[in-house]
């Protein structure tokens, strides 16, 4: 009867050792799909950081260059004002001796 009951105790052994095995492998399965779902979110988490950074940079850099476009527009603007004043300084006294000579040479 002993080798009875010790072939049951070892028949005892061998099934829990394997129900041990079998809840040590759920757990590591269970561990690693939360590693796994854990590193998914923190990677959607940095992508959604890094954008919303991309996102504020183009947005500084966009106001930045809308700035720089404008004082330049701005300055050629100026410059170009400048040109035709000195042009038109030159020119008109020209033009008001042509209209004198015209009118006294028309009239007479």
Known sequence: MDSLRGQGGIQMLLNAEQEAGR?????????????????????????????RLEEEYQTQISGTEQ?????????????RIQNLKE????????????????VTTTGA
Not at 26 to 44: G, S, Y
Not at 67 to 79: F, P, Q, S, V, W
Not at 92 to 100: F, P, Y
């Open 67 to 79: 700035e720089a476009a404008a004082k330049r527009l701005e300055e050629e603007t100026d410059g």
């Open 23 to 51: 809840i040590v492998s759920a757990a590591r399965t269970a561990k690693l799909a939360r590693m796994k779902q854990a590193k998914d979110e923190a990677e959607k988490e940095m992508e959604e950081y890094r954008s």
């Open 87 to 102: 042009s038109s300084s030159k020119v008109s006294k020209e033009i008001v001796k042509m209209l004198i000579k015209y």
